[in-house]
């Protein structure tokens, strides 16, 4: 990887008064995963505070009722605060503290994209005093890296468990997809091992024949956003355009550039669903497992159902749930009409 490179994908296309803070930040990363002491405080609070590991858990009942091969969900809605994010937050949290600087953002919109705006904004007019945080695998190197590895816990632990279960590795692995960051968590660690499939799942929103989707690499073209170069949802005119979801995780026109170069060489295969498939999801793993995923995870599972029936009763699917779904069950009952307020 050439300074933050996957393939054609990644770079540093920032100001040049950023060039320095991004030098500053790659030296303290490398410098503090060398550091015995930063990992294993990160690692203490990974361990006494998130709860982890989180388990790898075999869906008896969806395995049963979908007919093909052995189910399991790897349960990150177990992590204290409810999703994977958790693991990365802690880490740029204990990088920003040794490097002296931490500065929350609190103004923008409700979609990430405006809350990375914001952001890098603050970051360019501050760059002394303040350090960025990104929460997914997007943005100038060294944040897709960082973010990347701070997230591989995921997949380290759901190799070593699956390997403990089952004797071997999966033969299937969904994920969904935004920015990338609970998904690439899980894939690095196999990307590899070329025995085991790997599937990122987007938003299709309300279908891709439509404007109101958020499926950057199955609509997408290559441009540049937030500091790289990846495949983003843009108009001839390199514009930027809306993007929807019913997943507020979800709704981002752009993608970590690696992803966008696992792609490229086929080592990923990138699908998408709809906002009623991954309803329908939502509410077939609440119902058969007790489990209620956040609608970002229900966009996996929707693929698995897709999926699953075609495999054979040997195989082994993991499904990353990324997050837990307490927080999207008004959403989907106002989208229902349900009222759950009476």
Known sequence: MNKGRFGRFGGQYVPETLMNALDELERAYNEAMADSSFTEE???????????????????????????????????????????????????????????????????????????????????????????????????????????????????????????????????????????????????????????????VEAAGLGLDTDKHAATISKGNVGVLHGMMTYLLQDKYGQIQPVYSISAGLDYPGVGPEHAHLHDIGRVHYTSVTDNEAMEAFEMLSRMEGIIPALESAHAVAYAVKLVPQTSKDDIIVINISGRGDKDVQSIARLKGVNIDE
């Open 42 to 200: 990160l690692n203490y609070y990974l361990d006494k505070y998130v709860g982890r590991p989180t388990p790898l858990y075999f869906a008896k009942r969806l395995t049963e009722y979908l007919g093909g091969g052995k189910v399991y969900l790897k349960r990150e809605d177990l992590n204290h605060t409810g999703a994977h994010k958790i693991n990365n937050a802690l880490g740029q949290g204990l990088l920003a503290r040794r490097m002296g600087k931490v500065v929350p953002v609190t103004s923008g919109t409700a979609t990430l994209k405006d809350a990375t705006n914001e952001a890098i904004r603050d970051w360019v007019s501050n760059v002394e005093h303040t350090h960025y945080i990104i929460g997914s695998v997007v943005g100038p190197h060294p944040y897709p890296t960082m973010v990347r590895d701070f997230q591989r816990i995921i997949g380290d632990e759901t190799r070593r468990q699956v390997i403990q279960a089952e004797r071997r590795l999966p033969d299937h692995i969904i994920a969904c997809v935004g920015g990338g960051s609970n998904s690439m968590g899980m894939f690095y660690p196999f990307v590899d091992d070329n025995t085991v499939k790997l599937y990122g």
